[in-house]
């Protein structure tokens, strides 16, 4: 079941507005092929980032929904710096991260279960909280077998006395911008 | 010489070694750090994906600190994703009348306010733009004596913004590297990727890049580099076959400027790097690469004919 597909015949407001901003940023573009080139992790993509300038362009929602390519960007810049047109392309990447963040299905919320305990961690403690986003990330992600991976790591650092429990010096500060950037992007 | 210091979350963290290995290294060159009062995450590489508006409030909310309380300072940010967000304020908010309303309007939820002028730096542009390379000569009390350095910069404190040193061929830490009688080893990975948060979301992607960087620095005595990420990717999946295996200590440029300064392991906190071992302490501490002359035993030689 593709349950993208199913939603993407009718855009919503914010998604629609998500995906003009990133049309106006990459229709410059011409092809040529370099960022792909220039890309450290295009092996993993399904969808090449030149190829996914060519749908944005065509305004492809559903075929960019079901790609995994901008989830496998990890804003290095190099495309960035070497796009002959000047486009900002890591910023494009993250813009579909959040076009597919707004879409969310289960699938897309696993890929942005990480970056969400992270907001989370940072509106409650102010500082990110190490010893508490990992926990905070394994719930999102609901993958039993995530907190196994990053046992001997966690072990590793504990030895090294890298792991500290969760300081309260900055917590709740941060609660007045958040709520108010939550306000104004809801209501734009 | 004296800076607005924003530490960031993570040399609070696992990176205290950096936090605390600038302070020292600053503090012996003369240069006067003073903590933004009250300061919060940047948001990381983790603010973009969620929230536009988000990725430009928390950066800006720093800077307008530093902005009120410490008037005509820069900041100074060690963390190469802290200095990118501080930066990109500067470079994409303030010039951009709706969106610099924007993020003025949401400060102002906390009382706050960025007028747009405070200087965003990175410790590598102070160490070779402010201070000089001579001051940091003239500070060596025991120079590391030809220890093979291979320089790691990373993407975000070149990219995309060229401010002080060529993004394609960087040279600033190399020059630093030999200033402190390092030997910096020419490659070609000192730019490239570590996976940044990919090793979080996907580590069998980041990894392929972990064990290109790793394989390339054999025969180095160690890996500078000047950001807590890639210090953590670089050296948390050594034991991980999927990095190919490789071992050699990850080292931040300012632990190993402490070391020839005269500090002593424990102020510069060599024991928080998990990639150190006996053996490599061991030529940490008695500059073993000093006897370059073949068949002396030495175990740092030995490892890589
Ligand atoms: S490098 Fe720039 S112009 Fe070339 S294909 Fe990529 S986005 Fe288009
Ligand atoms: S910024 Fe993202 S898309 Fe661009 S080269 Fe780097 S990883 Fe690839």
Redesign the interface.
């Known amino acids: 079941m593709n349950q993208t597909q199913a939603h993407a015949w009718s855009p919503d407001a914010v998604t629609r507005e998500i995906l003009e901003e990133l049309r106006g940023e990459i229709g410059a573009c011409m092809q040529c092929g370099t960022c792909t080139a220039s890309c450290p992790n295009g092996f993993a993509m399904d969808i090449t980032p030149r190829q996914m300038w060519r749908m944005v362009q065509f305004g492809m929602l559903d075929r960019i929904l079901e790609s995994k390519t901008f989830w496998m960007c990890s804003s290095c810049y190099m495309c960035t710096l070497r796009c002959p047109r000047g486009l900002k392309l890591t910023r494009a990447m993250g813009a579909l991260k959040r076009l597919a963040r707004q879409r969310g299905t289960w699938k897309i919320r696993k890929n942005s279960a990480f970056y969400d305990a992270f907001m989370e961690n940072v509106e409650k403690y102010g500082r990110v909280q190490e010893t508490s986003l990992m926990p905070g990330y394994f719930l999102k992600s609901r993958d039993p077998l995530l907190p196994l991976h990053y046992l001997p790591l966690g072990v590793r650092m504990m030895r090294a006395g890298k792991l500290h429990p969760p300081s309260s010096a900055q917590k709740g500060r941060l609660k007045e911008l958040f709520a108010k950037v939550r306000e104004m992007e809801e209501e734009s | 010489m004296k800076y607005a210091y924003y530490p960031g979350?993570?040399l609070?963290?696992?990176a205290?070694e950096f936090d605390v290995s600038v302070r020292a290294v600053m503090a012996a060159l003369g240069v006067e750090l003073v903590d933004i009062p009250?300061?919060?995450?940047c948001?990381?590489?983790?603010?973009?994906?969620?929230?536009?508006?988000?990725?430009y409030?928390?950066p800006a909310?720093n800077l307008a600190l530093a902005e009120q309380e410490l008037p005509g300072l820069d900041v100074l940010a060690p963390c190469s994703a802290c200095y990118l967000n501080l930066l990109k304020v500067n470079r994409e908010v303030v010039g951009n009348k709706d969106l610099h309303a924007?993020v003025n309007?949401?400060?102002?939820?906390?009382g706050l306010n960025y007028r747009g002028t405070v200087g965003v730096r990175h410790i590598l542009d102070v160490l070779v733009n402010d201070i000089g390379l001579d001051p940091i000569k003239e500070r060596i009390v025991n120079d590391l004596g030809g220890m093979r350095v291979s320089a790691y910069y990373g993407?975000?404190i070149l990219?995309?913004y060229e401010v002080f040193d060529d993004?394609?061929h960087p040279v600033s830490m190399d020059n630093v590297l030999s200033a402190l009688g390092a030997k910096p080893l020419p490659w070609d990975m000192g730019n490239?990727?570590c996976?940044?948060?990919?090793m979080?979301?996907?580590?069998e992607?980041?990894m392929?890049?972990v064990a290109a960087i790793l394989g390339a620095a054999d025969g180095s005595d160690a890996v500078a580099t000047v950001c807590p990420l890639c210090q953590m990717n670089l050296e948390?999946?050594q034991?991980d076959s999927a990095a190919g295996g490789h071992h050699v200590p990850i080292l931040y440029l300012t632990q190993l400027m402490g070391l020839a300064f005269g500090l002593e392991e424990p102020s510069v906190l060599l024991?928080?790097?998990?990639s150190m071992d006996g053996s490599m302490r061991a030529g940490i501490r008695s500059r073993a690469w000093r006897h370059e002359a073949p068949g002396e035993g030495d175990e740092t030689l030995a490892r890589e004919t």
């Not at chain 2, 309007?105 to 906390?110: N, R």
């Not at chain 2, 979080?200 to 580590?203: A, E, I, K, R, S």
């Open positions: 979350c993570s609070q963290e696992s205290r009250d300061w919060t995450c948001g990381a590489s983790a603010a973009e994906p969620v929230s536009a508006l988000m990725n409030a928390l909310r924007r309007e949401a400060l102002g939820a906390s993407c975000q990219r995309p993004p394609r490239k990727c996976g940044a948060s990919l979080v979301t996907h580590p992607v980041a392929h890049s948390a999946y034991h024991d928080k790097n998990m």
